[in-house]
């Protein structure tokens, strides 16, 4: 900007300069990434399609990190530059879900029962997560066959775990804000993991009956309404 003649009121007049205007604009526009960058790009996409064809194929455990960068046309060294195990390449999907379940949460009435609440609030994420292109469909329940498969994904649960606890515990306390905070979060807590432990349960039934022949991902959906249903009844003894 330039500094104008004097105005009335004594002072200099401020005087907008379009070149200078133009120039900022152009400095906050973040250049397109460069010919590396992109490749980069390229090959953390090939990795993630090949795994979810061959997590699908073959399922989790019956996949190795060699195949998948065949397919991906990489060496197994590259695989590693981008992931450190091929448990890494379900991560991601698996905190869209968690974030898709938490949103879903957020718009649930406040006179649903929590269960009730986070089980339709999983079921909308579930359905969404079932649409080709996801890998939920290949985590194993945080229950895997190897030492790795628990490790990422029981750290995985456990924070989403603490994470739903809060959102309930914020429900609770807007719905009715006298109410003693440790309580709430005693009750936020105990909620929280009865419904990951049935989010869990449904997606091991789900596999084995899968590998089985017994069902399809379509029928995944109604596996979580039985685990939530078993919740909330109080975990009764199965009927015949």
Not at 9 to 25: E, L
Not at 180 to 204: F, N
């Amino acid at each position: 900007m330039t500094i104008g003649r004097r105005d009335t009121s004594g002072y200099p007049r401020i005087v907008s300069n379009p070149i200078r205007r133009q120039s900022a604009r152009l400095q906050t526009i973040a250049p397109p990434p460069g010919r590396r960058e992109r490749k980069k790009v390229q090959t953390r996409q090939a990795l993630s399609a090949a795994a979810r064809e061959l997590f699908a194929r073959n399922g989790f455990e019956h996949t190795t990190v060699q195949e998948i960068a065949d397919v991906a046309d990489v060496s197994e060294r590259t695989f590693f530059r981008y992931f450190d195990s091929k448990e890494d390449l379900l991560l991601p999907d698996l905190v869209k879900f968690f974030d898709a379940v938490a949103d879903a949460l957020r718009d649930r009435p406040v006179t649903e029962s929590p269960l009730a609440a986070i089980h339709a609030a999983t079921l909308d994420a579930v359905r969404m997560a079932l649409r080709p292109g996801s890998l939920i469909p290949s985590i194993p329940g945080a229950q895997g066959s190897t030492p790795g498969i628990d490790r990422g994904l029981v750290k995985a649960f456990t924070a989403w775990e603490d994470r739903l606890a809060e959102l309930l515990a914020q429900r609770a306390l807007g719905a009715e804000p006298t109410l003693e905070a440790s309580i709430v979060r005693l009750h936020a807590d105990v909620t929280a993991r009865v419904a990951i432990s049935a989010l869990r349960a449904s997606m091991i039934t789900a596999r084995t009956r899968i590998a089985q022949g017994q069902a399809s991902t379509a029928d995944i959906p109604g596996l979580l309404g039985r685990a939530f249903a078993i919740a909330q009844a109080g975990c009764p003894q199965p009927a015949p």
